[in-house]
Structures are given as C-alpha cells and as structure tokens.
C-alpha cells in the first residue's frame, strides 16, 4: 500500500517539535557502527537532546568522551531507538543476527533507524526480523557526505510504514533537512541506489571529459575554472572537482564505498531486467581507481585520469 503522501517529502524547517512547538523527547538512541556519518549524526543528537551510545563491529572506540556497549545486542536492550549506520550486506548480518546481534536485544518498544547503505533485500529482511519482534524498523538510507551530516543537512530516503516514520520524525529533524518517503520497507534503499548510481557515472563522466580536455591541450586551471562557472556540473560534482584541483581526495566518500553502491545497482537492476551499460562502464573505472584510492574519495578517479593523460610516473 502506498504511504501516506503527507509522507512523500517532507521539510523538516521546524527541527524536533511536536505540535504547538513542543519539544519531542529523543530519549536514549544506540548506534551500531559509529564512523564518519554516524558519529557526526551522535553529535547532533547529543546536542539536541538524546542520551548516546554505541557499538562498533570493529572494537574502536570507547575514549571516555561516549558510551560504548560490548555488543549490539547491549545496545539494542538500552535503547529508544537504534541506529544502524554499517557499510555493507555482511556487516549488517553480522550486526543483527546471532544471540549478540541486534535483534536479540529488540522490545517491542524499541524503533530500529537502518542509515546503512544496503541492498534493498537486507533492508528487507531487517524489516521482516524486527517485525517478528513485535516492533519496527525503517530503511534509511541518507543522501550527502560528511559535511552534510555535520550540519545537520542530511537527505533521509525512508522505507517502511507511516507509523514507524511518525516515529522517527524527530531523529530525522535533527539529522537531515527533509525526508522523502519513498514506500514500503526496502524502497529507501532502493532510492538511495539511484541516487549514488548518479553521483558514480556523473563522476565517471566528469573525470573523462576532464582527460580529454588535458590531453587536448587546454589550461588546467582554465579548465577546472571553467566548469566550476557552468549549470551542466551538480553542486556536488563541482565540490569534488573543487577538491581534485588541488589534489584534496581526504575521503568524504570513500572509493570503496561507492563502488559496492554502483556493484548492488548493477545487480538490482539485472534482477528488474533493466539494462544500465553506463552505470557497467562508470563501475569498472571506479574499480580502476580502487586499485590504489580503495580508502580516498570516489573523487580520487578525476586524478587517476589526470595521472594517466600526464604520463606522470
């Protein structure tokens, strides 16, 4: 059943309030996984309000400044509401399943907030597995990088029911600028795939042309100039083509990252028989960059082109 479309986009000007300007409690939010767009997101939580916590897969953490939990399952027992910020399908499993993950820990009062970038079958099935807990969890992928996540500027690209985003309103007014509902649970992430699909081959594209004009013989600093002036260039791209002037790939975005969104669209496409030869094509020169920038920003591709039309050693 379609949402309700009150619910298809929402602006979210007013921050976390409720009805006649009330404060809504955050209360206490768990995170599992705690990185560079989670822990910027705690902060701002933190600073509105909630009461934190974490739990990191990888064991880094726990400095004294925030709580840290043993196990995602502790977080899950301590928590309103559960953010789930990992950076793939198996991490998710592995945060989630066994007797301390994630959803042994669930009440029925506890909302899961999945902001991980997954196919949509895992978000899916983490839907389906808090549902058999007696409670609900939404897919809720973010569009923007860390300089979004800081401020509070976030894109939320929600899946799931009216009842669970009602839920989640005021955690999404504290971390994004708006959310869009995009449907049912698994439809977040499905918007979210098109969305990095975009960035990848507009990037892609980007570092091309970019070769091409080098090779060609124009100025670079003509070059870089000139398309940072013209409408063809999202913002975002002219962010990133900003930072490969000045040879800047600090990972905003990691390239490995993108290339496991751009892998889960190939593959979400070939099972709705769609085919997405650019989004292939743009895929393998991500792969290419990977090769040495796997951990710098997907950006990282424009100076992989740059190096190779330069004959640079």
């Known amino acids: 059943m379609r949402p309700s479309s009150r619910y298809d986009v929402i602006a979210q000007t007013g921050r976390h309030t409720g009805k006649k300007g009330t404060r809504m409690t955050l209360g206490k939010i768990g995170f599992i996984g705690f990185g560079a767009m989670a822990s910027r997101m705690g902060e701002n939580l933190r600073r ?3 009461e934190i916590a974490a739990y990191t897969p990888s064991g880094k953490g726990g400095d004294g400044a925030l709580r840290f939990l043993a196990t995602a399952r502790d977080i899950a ?4 509401t559960v ?16 007797p301390d993950g994630l959803i042994a820990g669930l009440s029925a009062d506890t909302l899961v907030i999945n902001t991980s970038s997954v196919s949509p079958e895992a978000a899916v099935a983490l839907h389906d597995a808090a549902s058999a807990r007696g409670t609900c969890a939404v897919d ?3 569009s923007g990088s860390t300089p979004e996540a800081e401020a509070g500027q976030l894109v939320v690209l929600a899946g799931g029911e009216t009842d669970a985003l009602e839920r989640a309103a005021p955690v999404f007014a504290v971390i994004g600028k708006a959310t869009i509902h995009a449907g049912p649970a698994g439809s977040g992430a499905k918007l979210k795939l098109v969305v990095n699909g975009i960035m990848g081959t507009g990037l892609s594209a980007l570092a091309e042309c970019v070769a ?43 390239t490995r990252l993108m290339l496991k969104d751009m892998g889960l669209l ?27 920038h796997e951990q710098d920003d997907y950006a990282a591709l424009i100076g992989v082109m740059e190096h190779l039309v330069a004959n640079a050693p």
């Open 83 to 98: 953010i789930v910020c990992v950076p793939d399908d198996a991490a998710l499993a592995t945060a989630t399943q066994g």
């Open 48 to 50: 509105a309000g909630a």
């Open 212 to 254: 091409y004009g080098l090779a060609s013989g124009l100025n670079r600093s003509t070059l870089f100039d000139a398309l940072d002036q013209v409408a063809v260039l999202s913002p975002h791209h002219k962010r990133k083509l900003k930072a490969a002037k000045v040879g800047d790939f600090a990972p905003q975005f990691p």
């Open 140 to 142: 809720a992928p973010v």
């Open 77 to 80: 027992a301590w928590s309103d």
């Open 266 to 292: 190939l593959r979400g496409a070939e099972g709705v028989r769609v085919p997405v030869p650019t989004v292939a094509a743009s895929t393998q020169m991500l792969a290419l960059s990977a090769r040495r």
